[in-house]
């Protein structure tokens, strides 16, 4: 797994270049299996989007009490209804930003940063470690507070890392950060 990670970038190009396959092709292919999968089992799409235990109760605590944005690969119109439909939680749609048009996630947090130049702290969650990685070497980013959320997409020796590297805080199924 590790060595799948680590070389994933290399790999994905490759597959790509292979198969003759583009960013945006595959946004909306994803993005149509998506679509066809809810409308023929609306049901059976919302209960294999599983939400990690606590993670309901801390998102709805957040949106209560500070202004949060969701920044996120998927596409807006699925993370609206997984909101929606599988954490009840009623959430400003203009603070959605998805990435499906190329924007990396890190030109999204600017934005909200410049939206926001007097906030006091800016947290940014993360499950994908390399993510996380890029925006620890983004100097225009150094007033954010990066963690890893240790339920996505990364790896103990991801997260080992992360443990010790000063930019990167951890938060835990176990008992937060």
């Known amino acids: 797994t590790d060595e799948i990670l680590q070389a994933w970038t290399s790999i994905l190009q490759e597959s790509m270049e292979k198969w003759q396959l583009n960013r945006a092709d595959l946004v909306h292919l994803f993005g149509q299996e998506r679509d066809e999968w809810i409308q023929s089992s609306p049901r059976q799409w919302l209960a294999r989007n599983k939400v990690w235990p606590d993670v309901r109760y801390a998102l709805q605590k957040a949106v209560d009490r500070h202004e949060v944005y969701i920044v996120t690969t998927k596409q807006k119109r699925f993370v609206e209804k997984l909101l929606k439909e599988r954490l009840f939680i009623d959430f ?3 603070r959605i930003y998805d990435t499906s048009r190329g ?3 890190a030109t999204m947090l600017k934005r909200i940063e ?8 800016y947290w940014f969650v993360e499950d994908k470690f ?23 997409y990364n790896t103990e020796s991801e997260r080992e890392f992360a ?15």
């Open 92 to 94: 400003p749609s203009d």
């Open 163 to 177: 443990r010790i590297d000063h930019r990167l805080k951890i938060i835990d199924t176990a008992g937060g950060l």
């Open 103 to 105: 924007v990396s996630k």
């Open 130 to 152: 390399s993510t996380l990685i890029k925006a620890s070497n983004d100097i225009s980013l150094r007033k954010w507070t990066l963690c890893l959320a240790d339920w996505g």
């Open 114 to 121: 410049e939206k926001h130049p007097g906030a006091s702290r």
